[in-house]
């Protein structure tokens, strides 16, 4: 069983930046960032490998968002520049068993509770 703990969301006006950061309980290998809107299904927004090397966007952040980890830390991290209204969701941290990129929530085990990111115009 992984844990997950998710951080780092707030409030900011459009054009801003913010990083989450998500802290699992025990090793997780292939982990990713989704969001989900109100009325909205749940969507990809980050994903990446166990080596950290090979990575994957949503179409709408890529270029924006930046997901990075730190295996000695057990933390995965989300940078979001240039955060505009549409953005705006709860960001959930998902960890799988696979080393790969994981591009589709069901390949994911284990989920966080959440954080809120509300961006205004």
């Known amino acids: 069983q992984v844990q997950l703990v998710e951080s780092g969301g707030g409030l900011v006006q459009a054009g801003g930046s913010l990083t989450l950061s998500c802290v699992a309980s025990?090793?997780?290998?292939?982990m990713g960032w989704f969001r989900q809107a109100p009325g909205k299904e749940r969507e990809l927004v980050a994903a990446?490998?166990?080596?950290?090397?090979?990575?994957a966007y949503g179409p709408s952040v890529e270029g924006r968002f930046t997901i990075s980890r730190d295996n000695a830390k057990k933390s995965v991290y989300l940078q979001m520049n240039n955060l505009q209204p549409e953005d705006t969701a709860v960001y959930l941290c998902?960890?799988?068993?696979?080393?790969?990129?994981?591009?589709?929530?069901?390949?994911?085990?284990?989920w966080g509770q959440g954080t809120q990111v509300t961006v205004s115009s």
């Open positions: 025990a090793t997780a290998y292939g």
């Open positions: 990446i490998g166990w080596s950290g090397q090979f990575t």
């Open positions: 998902a960890a799988a068993p696979y080393e790969g990129v994981n591009k589709k929530a069901d390949d994911y085990d284990y």
